[in-house]
């Protein structure tokens, strides 16, 4: 999905779900956009438009304006609007239901697949829905200290600080290998500040020499940052 000059969007690939099949609304004056696995997204004007899954999507009454960020997961939807979390679509790993303390004071948001993140004004996050590879863990040392967010398809990545910092510890060999090739860094030099440059991190696109291993792993509570 790309945004245009113009606030139009450009959608190619998979049409199945009818993602190609852009809403006349969406054809200009569109901010944002966010791509989910079976569906999209753009925001206009403060209120969220959203198409796939066969067709238009009815978007809740709340999310239709006063919405500043968006977000899109493999089959749920996420805005964030004077504060507070709104979340619809697919719920089959609770990634939808939004907890309370996600509900004021929210500065970003960020979905993955199964899972929604919320980064709170006073430098907490917030992680629901899917746990099963870890996603949820949030290590001590990030708490009231991140500064942005994002998720991808299996995984939640936190910012945290702006200073560099210490080396990260992994619990799992393998892992610790797979994230080393994503990120290009020689043996023994990961960092925090490093693991902030990871703005997306699917388990199925890292060279990982035993996935089926590592996906039954509970190391995959990944770090440990000390």
Known sequence: VVLRN????????ASSSNHAVIPAEAQSGVSA??????HTLAL????????????????PLEAQSGVTEI???????????????????????????VPAAATCGVISIAAG??????????????????????????????????????????ATVLKVGTQVSPPVVFADANLEG???????????????????????LDLHSLAISDPAGLESATSLRVLDLR
């Open 71 to 97: 977000a899109a997961g493999f089959g749920h939807s996420v805005a964030l609007k004077g504060g507070g979390v709104i979340a619809w679509g697919s719920d089959e790993h609770g990634q939808s239901p």
């Open 6 to 13: 113009g606030g139009g969007v450009f959608v190619w690939g």
């Open 44 to 59: 206009k004007n403060g209120g969220v438009i959203e198409w796939g899954d066969g067709g238009p999507v009815t978007v």
């Open 178 to 200: 797979a994230l080393r090739t994503q990120l290009k860094i020689p043996v023994g030099a990961v960092t925090e500040l490093d693991m902030a440059t990871l703005t997306e």
């Open 113 to 154: 697949d199964y899972h929604t993140v919320a980064l709170k004004e006073n430098g907490t996050a917030i992680v629901w829905g899917w746990d099963q590879f870890g996603e949820g863990y949030l290590p001590v040392r990030t708490h009231n200290h991140v500064t942005d967010i994002a998720a991808g398809g299996s």
């Open 33 to 38: 956009i966010a791509a989910g696995g079976n």
